[in-house]
Protein backbone atom coordinates (compact mmCIF):
# COMPACT_ATOMS: atom_id res chain seq x y z
CA UNK A 1 0.00 0.00 0.00
CA UNK A 2 1.20 3.55 -1.12
CA UNK A 3 2.56 5.24 2.16
CA UNK A 4 1.77 8.81 1.95
CA UNK A 5 2.34 11.57 4.49
CA UNK A 6 -0.92 12.53 5.72
CA UNK A 7 -0.58 14.97 8.58
CA UNK A 8 1.81 18.29 8.76
CA UNK A 9 5.52 16.92 9.16
CA UNK A 10 6.93 17.84 12.54
CA UNK A 11 10.35 19.98 12.07
CA UNK A 12 12.39 21.88 14.45
CA UNK A 13 13.67 25.64 14.15
CA UNK A 14 17.01 27.49 14.76
CA UNK A 15 18.86 30.45 13.53
CA UNK A 16 22.32 31.17 14.66
CA UNK A 17 24.11 34.36 13.25
CA UNK A 18 26.70 34.15 11.32
CA UNK A 19 26.13 32.00 7.66
CA UNK A 20 27.24 28.94 7.90
CA UNK A 21 27.98 29.18 3.61
CA UNK A 22 30.51 32.29 1.76
CA UNK A 23 28.26 34.15 -0.03
CA UNK A 24 28.65 34.14 -3.78
CA UNK A 25 26.16 34.47 -6.76
CA UNK A 26 25.57 30.97 -5.99
CA UNK A 27 24.72 31.16 -2.47
CA UNK A 28 21.06 31.54 -1.00
CA UNK A 29 20.60 34.09 0.79
CA UNK A 30 17.96 34.14 3.58
CA UNK A 31 16.07 36.62 5.98
CA UNK A 32 13.81 35.15 8.33
CA UNK A 33 11.55 37.53 10.10
CA UNK A 34 9.36 35.15 12.85
CA UNK A 35 7.19 36.83 15.22
CA UNK A 36 6.64 35.01 18.50
CA UNK A 37 10.34 33.92 19.01
CA UNK A 38 12.29 35.15 21.94
CA UNK A 39 15.98 36.56 21.39
CA UNK A 40 18.24 34.07 21.40
CA UNK A 41 16.41 31.76 19.58
CA UNK A 42 18.64 28.86 18.24
CA UNK A 43 16.88 28.06 14.19
CA UNK A 44 18.93 25.92 11.33
CA UNK A 45 18.03 24.50 7.58
CA UNK A 46 18.08 21.10 6.60
CA UNK A 47 17.46 19.93 3.26
CA UNK A 48 14.01 18.29 2.67
CA UNK A 49 12.21 15.68 0.55
CA UNK A 50 15.37 13.22 0.46
CA UNK A 51 13.86 10.82 2.61
CA UNK A 52 17.05 10.73 4.52
CA UNK A 53 18.57 11.97 7.97
CA UNK A 54 20.15 15.20 6.75
CA UNK A 55 22.47 16.96 9.07
CA UNK A 56 21.81 20.60 9.24
CA UNK A 57 23.64 23.26 7.05
CA UNK A 58 23.04 26.43 8.43
CA UNK A 59 22.41 27.86 11.51
CA UNK A 60 21.30 31.16 13.29
CA UNK A 61 20.05 32.97 16.38
CA UNK A 62 17.11 35.29 16.48
CA UNK A 63 17.09 38.87 17.24
CA UNK A 64 14.61 41.32 17.19
CA UNK A 65 12.97 38.27 15.62
CA UNK A 66 15.28 38.28 12.77
CA UNK A 67 18.11 36.14 11.46
CA UNK A 68 20.16 36.05 8.46
CA UNK A 69 21.28 32.91 7.08
CA UNK A 70 23.13 32.25 3.56
CA UNK A 71 23.43 28.00 1.99
CA UNK A 72 25.17 26.75 -1.06
CA UNK A 73 23.38 25.41 -3.90
CA UNK A 74 23.67 23.32 -6.80
CA UNK A 75 19.99 23.44 -7.84
CA UNK A 76 16.35 23.60 -7.21
CA UNK A 77 16.31 21.87 -4.00
CA UNK A 78 13.36 21.97 -0.45
CA UNK A 79 14.62 23.39 2.47
CA UNK A 80 12.78 22.76 6.11
CA UNK A 81 13.46 26.04 8.48
CA UNK A 82 13.40 24.43 12.11
CA UNK A 83 13.78 25.72 15.89
CA UNK A 84 16.93 23.33 17.28
CA UNK A 85 15.27 21.04 19.91
CA UNK A 86 11.40 21.30 19.46
CA UNK A 87 8.79 19.81 16.98
CA UNK A 88 7.56 22.24 14.12
CA UNK A 89 8.76 23.99 10.92
CA UNK A 90 8.35 25.52 7.59
CA UNK A 91 9.11 24.65 4.42
CA UNK A 92 10.36 26.23 1.16
CA UNK A 93 12.04 25.91 -2.22
CA UNK A 94 15.11 27.71 -3.47
CA UNK A 95 16.68 27.61 -6.17
CA UNK A 96 20.57 29.02 -7.19
CA UNK A 97 21.05 32.89 -6.28
CA UNK A 98 17.84 33.20 -4.69
CA UNK A 99 17.46 36.12 -1.80
CA UNK A 100 14.74 35.21 -0.36
CA UNK A 101 12.56 36.60 2.93
CA UNK A 102 10.45 34.48 4.91
CA UNK A 103 8.25 35.80 7.46
CA UNK A 104 5.90 33.97 9.92
CA UNK A 105 3.80 33.99 13.30
CA UNK A 106 5.03 31.06 15.57
CA UNK A 107 2.82 29.57 18.55
CA UNK A 108 3.87 26.75 20.29
CA UNK A 109 2.34 24.27 22.70
CA UNK A 110 3.94 21.23 24.50
CA UNK A 111 4.36 17.85 23.81
CA UNK A 112 4.53 14.76 25.84
CA UNK A 113 8.15 14.22 25.93
CA UNK A 114 8.45 17.72 27.12
CA UNK A 115 9.65 19.81 23.94
CA UNK A 116 7.67 22.73 22.16
CA UNK A 117 5.69 22.12 19.45
CA UNK A 118 5.92 25.28 17.11
CA UNK A 119 3.20 25.91 13.93
CA UNK A 120 3.85 28.90 12.12
CA UNK A 121 0.84 31.12 10.50
CA UNK A 122 0.62 34.08 7.67
CA UNK A 123 4.14 32.42 6.35
CA UNK A 124 5.08 34.15 3.23
CA UNK A 125 8.15 33.05 1.19
CA UNK A 126 9.63 36.06 -0.82
CA UNK A 127 12.13 36.12 -3.82
CA UNK A 128 11.95 32.67 -4.99
CA UNK A 129 9.72 31.54 -8.08
CA UNK A 130 10.48 28.05 -7.80
CA UNK A 131 8.47 28.13 -4.75
CA UNK A 132 5.97 30.07 -5.92
CA UNK A 133 5.67 26.68 -8.33
CA UNK A 134 5.96 24.69 -5.71
CA UNK A 135 2.88 25.96 -3.84
CA UNK A 136 1.05 25.68 -7.15
CA UNK A 137 1.79 22.01 -7.83
CA UNK A 138 1.31 21.37 -4.16
CA UNK A 139 -2.04 23.26 -4.32
CA UNK A 140 -4.43 20.24 -4.70
CA UNK A 141 -2.94 17.78 -1.71
CA UNK A 142 -3.18 20.79 0.23
CA UNK A 143 -6.89 21.11 -0.24
CA UNK A 144 -7.47 17.76 0.63
CA UNK A 145 -5.86 18.08 4.05
CA UNK A 146 -7.71 21.57 4.42
CA UNK A 147 -10.93 19.05 3.99
CA UNK A 148 -9.55 16.79 6.82
CA UNK A 149 -8.76 19.38 9.32
CA UNK A 150 -12.58 20.39 8.97
CA UNK A 151 -14.00 17.27 8.88
CA UNK A 152 -12.07 15.54 11.70
CA UNK A 153 -13.37 18.32 14.28
CA UNK A 154 -16.44 16.81 14.01
CA UNK A 155 -15.19 13.64 15.44
CA UNK A 156 -13.16 15.18 18.46
CA UNK A 157 -15.19 13.19 21.22
CA UNK A 158 -15.15 9.62 19.78
CA UNK A 159 -11.11 10.36 18.77
CA UNK A 160 -10.89 11.03 22.42
CA UNK A 161 -12.52 8.13 23.54
CA UNK A 162 -11.13 5.99 21.51
CA UNK A 163 -7.57 7.25 22.02
CA UNK A 164 -8.06 7.15 26.15
CA UNK A 165 -9.35 3.26 26.00
CA UNK A 166 -6.64 2.81 23.70
CA UNK A 167 -3.85 3.91 25.75
CA UNK A 168 -5.68 2.31 28.86
CA UNK A 169 -5.56 -1.12 27.17
CA UNK A 170 -9.39 -1.51 27.43
CA UNK A 171 -10.40 -3.46 24.77
CA UNK A 172 -13.80 -3.64 25.98
CA UNK A 173 -14.57 -0.64 25.48
CA UNK A 174 -12.72 -0.08 22.72
CA UNK A 175 -15.10 -2.62 21.15
CA UNK A 176 -18.27 -0.80 22.55
CA UNK A 177 -16.76 2.85 21.05
CA UNK A 178 -16.04 0.94 17.55
CA UNK A 179 -19.55 -0.39 16.99
CA UNK A 180 -21.03 3.10 18.20
CA UNK A 181 -22.55 4.97 15.22
CA UNK A 182 -20.07 7.82 15.74
CA UNK A 183 -16.99 5.55 15.02
CA UNK A 184 -18.07 4.23 12.07
CA UNK A 185 -18.66 7.66 10.58
CA UNK A 186 -15.07 8.63 11.41
CA UNK A 187 -13.80 5.37 9.87
CA UNK A 188 -15.91 6.42 7.09
CA UNK A 189 -14.44 9.74 6.59
CA UNK A 190 -11.29 8.72 7.28
CA UNK A 191 -11.20 5.93 4.37
CA UNK A 192 -12.70 8.62 2.02
CA UNK A 193 -9.54 11.18 3.06
CA UNK A 194 -7.15 8.41 2.62
CA UNK A 195 -9.15 7.84 -0.84
CA UNK A 196 -8.99 11.32 -1.68
CA UNK A 197 -5.48 11.67 -0.71
CA UNK A 198 -4.00 9.00 -3.03
CA UNK A 199 -5.75 10.50 -6.08
CA UNK A 200 -4.75 13.67 -5.66
CA UNK A 201 -0.79 12.51 -5.18
CA UNK A 202 -1.04 10.31 -7.72
CA UNK A 203 -2.11 12.50 -10.45
CA UNK A 204 0.19 15.30 -9.14
CA UNK A 205 2.83 13.12 -9.69
CA UNK A 206 1.71 11.85 -12.97
CA UNK A 207 0.87 15.35 -14.55
CA UNK A 208 4.86 16.42 -13.80
CA UNK A 209 6.55 12.60 -14.81
CA UNK A 210 8.51 14.30 -17.59
CA UNK A 211 10.33 16.77 -14.95
CA UNK A 212 12.38 16.61 -12.26
CA UNK A 213 9.22 17.42 -10.15
CA UNK A 214 7.56 14.50 -10.92
CA UNK A 215 9.97 12.36 -8.53
CA UNK A 216 10.27 15.51 -6.04
CA UNK A 217 6.59 15.22 -5.63
CA UNK A 218 6.69 11.53 -5.18
CA UNK A 219 10.08 12.17 -2.35
CA UNK A 220 7.43 15.00 -1.17
CA UNK A 221 4.17 13.19 -1.09
CA UNK A 222 4.91 9.73 0.07
CA UNK A 223 7.17 8.69 3.50
CA UNK A 224 8.86 5.51 1.99
CA UNK A 225 8.42 3.25 -1.27
CA UNK A 226 7.23 -0.09 -1.85
CA UNK A 227 8.45 -2.17 -4.68
CA UNK A 228 4.85 -1.30 -6.70
CA UNK A 229 6.23 2.26 -6.50
CA UNK A 230 8.94 1.18 -9.14
CA UNK A 231 6.08 1.47 -12.04
CA UNK A 232 5.83 5.40 -11.25
CA UNK A 233 9.23 5.69 -11.45
CA UNK A 234 9.54 4.00 -14.99
CA UNK A 235 6.86 6.57 -16.28
CA UNK A 236 9.27 9.11 -16.01
CA UNK A 237 11.07 10.85 -18.73
CA UNK A 238 14.84 10.14 -19.16
CA UNK A 239 15.02 14.11 -18.07
CA UNK A 240 13.47 13.37 -14.98
CA UNK A 241 15.22 9.88 -13.90
CA UNK A 242 18.64 11.58 -14.52
CA UNK A 243 17.47 14.43 -12.46
CA UNK A 244 18.59 14.71 -8.53
CA UNK A 245 15.11 13.75 -7.29
CA UNK A 246 15.25 11.08 -9.70
CA UNK A 247 18.41 9.36 -8.76
CA UNK A 248 17.23 9.55 -5.05
CA UNK A 249 14.36 7.95 -6.01
CA UNK A 250 15.95 4.99 -8.31
CA UNK A 251 18.61 4.91 -5.26
CA UNK A 252 15.45 4.25 -2.71
CA UNK A 253 13.68 1.78 -4.98
CA UNK A 254 16.44 -0.05 -5.20
CA UNK A 255 16.87 -2.78 -2.62
CA UNK A 256 20.48 -2.46 -0.73
CA UNK A 257 21.30 -6.21 -1.17
CA UNK A 258 19.36 -8.44 -3.42
CA UNK A 259 17.99 -12.24 -2.07
CA UNK A 260 21.12 -14.01 -2.51
CA UNK A 261 23.81 -11.39 -2.91
CA UNK A 262 26.45 -11.23 0.19
CA UNK A 263 25.57 -8.45 2.75
CA UNK A 264 28.00 -5.77 2.97
CA UNK A 265 29.59 -5.51 5.93
CA UNK A 266 27.77 -3.19 8.76
CA UNK A 267 29.42 -1.95 12.25
CA UNK A 268 27.28 -2.06 15.32
CA UNK A 269 27.73 0.27 18.30
CA UNK A 270 27.96 -1.98 21.88
CA UNK A 271 26.49 0.33 25.06
CA UNK A 272 30.19 1.03 25.84
CA UNK A 273 31.10 2.61 22.83
CA UNK A 274 32.99 -0.06 21.18
CA UNK A 275 32.25 -1.07 17.63
CA UNK A 276 31.91 -4.37 16.30
CA UNK A 277 31.70 -6.22 12.73
CA UNK A 278 27.73 -7.62 12.77
CA UNK A 279 28.86 -10.40 10.52
CA UNK A 280 31.27 -11.58 13.31
CA UNK A 281 27.83 -13.39 14.26
CA UNK A 282 27.64 -15.46 11.84
CA UNK A 283 30.64 -17.38 13.06
CA UNK A 284 29.82 -20.90 14.13
CA UNK A 285 26.17 -20.31 13.18
CA UNK A 286 24.24 -21.34 10.06
CA UNK A 287 21.46 -18.36 9.98
CA UNK A 288 20.87 -14.91 11.69
CA UNK A 289 18.44 -12.91 12.02
CA UNK A 290 18.83 -8.93 11.84
CA UNK A 291 15.86 -7.31 13.65
CA UNK A 292 15.33 -3.22 12.76
CA UNK A 293 12.72 -2.23 15.44
CA UNK A 294 12.44 0.29 18.17
CA UNK A 295 10.46 0.92 21.48
CA UNK A 296 7.23 3.04 20.25
CA UNK A 297 6.78 0.58 16.80
CA UNK A 298 3.57 -1.46 17.67
CA UNK A 299 4.35 -3.67 14.77
CA UNK A 300 7.49 -4.73 16.41
CA UNK A 301 6.74 -5.37 19.68
CA UNK A 302 3.84 -7.80 18.51
CA UNK A 303 6.41 -9.80 16.56
CA UNK A 304 8.74 -10.01 19.40
CA UNK A 305 6.99 -13.12 21.37
CA UNK A 306 6.95 -14.99 17.72
CA UNK A 307 10.59 -14.38 17.75
CA UNK A 308 11.70 -15.54 21.41
CA UNK A 309 9.56 -18.78 20.23
CA UNK A 310 11.76 -19.29 17.28
CA UNK A 311 14.99 -18.14 19.38
CA UNK A 312 14.69 -21.30 21.63
CA UNK A 313 13.25 -23.73 18.56
CA UNK A 314 16.30 -23.27 16.90
CA UNK A 315 19.07 -21.53 19.09
CA UNK A 316 20.87 -24.77 19.91
CA UNK A 317 20.60 -25.66 15.90
CA UNK A 318 22.87 -22.76 14.26
CA UNK A 319 20.29 -19.89 14.77
CA UNK A 320 21.18 -16.38 16.09
CA UNK A 321 19.01 -13.13 16.61
CA UNK A 322 20.86 -9.31 16.35
CA UNK A 323 17.87 -7.25 16.88
CA UNK A 324 18.69 -3.09 16.21
CA UNK A 325 16.94 -0.93 17.61
CA UNK A 326 16.88 2.76 15.88
CA UNK A 327 15.17 4.53 19.22
CA UNK A 328 16.78 8.05 19.70
CA UNK A 329 16.06 8.05 23.44
CA UNK A 330 18.48 5.56 25.55
CA UNK A 331 16.08 5.24 28.07
CA UNK A 332 12.97 4.33 25.64
CA UNK A 333 15.97 1.41 24.34
CA UNK A 334 16.85 0.07 27.48
CA UNK A 335 13.17 0.31 29.28
CA UNK A 336 11.80 -1.67 26.60
CA UNK A 337 15.12 -4.03 26.95
CA UNK A 338 14.19 -4.53 30.21
CA UNK A 339 10.88 -5.14 29.56
CA UNK A 340 10.97 -7.84 26.59
CA UNK A 341 14.02 -9.49 28.24
CA UNK A 342 15.55 -10.53 25.27
CA UNK A 343 18.17 -13.24 25.11
CA UNK A 344 20.27 -12.43 22.18
CA UNK A 345 22.69 -9.43 20.85
CA UNK A 346 20.99 -6.26 21.22
CA UNK A 347 22.05 -2.82 19.73
CA UNK A 348 21.48 0.78 19.20
CA UNK A 349 21.94 2.03 15.90
CA UNK A 350 23.49 5.68 17.15
CA UNK A 351 23.32 7.60 13.75
CA UNK A 352 20.78 5.81 11.97
CA UNK A 353 24.31 4.91 10.09
CA UNK A 354 23.36 0.67 10.21
CA UNK A 355 19.22 2.14 9.36
CA UNK A 356 20.37 3.77 6.55
CA UNK A 357 23.11 1.18 5.29
CA UNK A 358 20.54 -1.25 4.87
CA UNK A 359 17.78 1.35 3.28
CA UNK A 360 15.44 1.05 6.13
CA UNK A 361 12.07 3.04 5.30
CA UNK A 362 10.01 1.59 7.63
CA UNK A 363 10.13 -1.35 10.81
CA UNK A 364 9.78 -4.00 11.56
CA UNK A 365 11.93 -5.11 8.96
CA UNK A 366 13.98 -8.29 9.31
CA UNK A 367 16.89 -9.88 7.22
CA UNK A 368 17.92 -13.50 7.06
CA UNK A 369 21.52 -14.19 6.58
CA UNK A 370 22.87 -17.56 6.08
CA UNK A 371 26.73 -18.74 7.36
CA UNK A 372 27.81 -17.50 3.85
CA UNK A 373 26.55 -13.68 4.69
CA UNK A 374 24.14 -13.88 1.77
CA UNK A 375 20.80 -12.74 1.92
CA UNK A 376 18.63 -15.71 2.14
CA UNK A 377 15.09 -13.40 2.62
CA UNK A 378 13.74 -10.44 4.11
CA UNK A 379 10.32 -8.54 5.04
CA UNK A 380 9.20 -12.10 6.65
CA UNK A 381 7.23 -12.05 9.68
CA UNK A 382 4.86 -14.58 11.79
CA UNK A 383 3.83 -17.53 9.93
CA UNK A 384 5.87 -16.78 7.06
CA UNK A 385 9.10 -16.34 8.82
CA UNK A 386 8.33 -19.56 11.12
CA UNK A 387 7.89 -21.27 7.68
CA UNK A 388 11.12 -19.96 6.28
CA UNK A 389 12.84 -21.40 9.70
CA UNK A 390 11.11 -24.57 9.76
CA UNK A 391 12.07 -25.24 5.97
CA UNK A 392 15.72 -24.71 6.54
CA UNK A 393 16.05 -26.46 9.73
CA UNK A 394 14.39 -29.52 8.36
Not at 14 to 20: E, I, K, Q
Not at 200 to 209: G, L
Not at 259 to 272: A, R
Not at 277 to 282: D, M, P, R, T, V
Amino acid sequence: MKKLVFTALLFALSFTGSANAQNSSDSINITVHIAGLSDGTQVEIVQGATHKDEKKIATATIKNGNAQLSIPTIGARLYYLLITDTYGGLDFMADKGDQINISAIATSTHSQDGKSIYSFSKVRVEGSKTHQEYLQKYSARKKVEAWYENNIDKYKEVSDLIGKARAAKDTVLMKEIQASPEYKALNDMETKFYHKMEHVCDSTIMANKDSWWGPFLMLRMMTYFTPEQLNTYKSFSAEAQNSYYGKLVYDELSPAVEIGQEVPMFSLTKTDGSKVNGLSYLKGKKYILLDFWASWCGPCRKEIPNLKKLYELYKDKGFEIISVSIDRKVPDWEKALKEEQLQWPNFRDVDHSVADQFKIKAIPQIYLIDGQGKLVADQLRGEALANQLAELFK
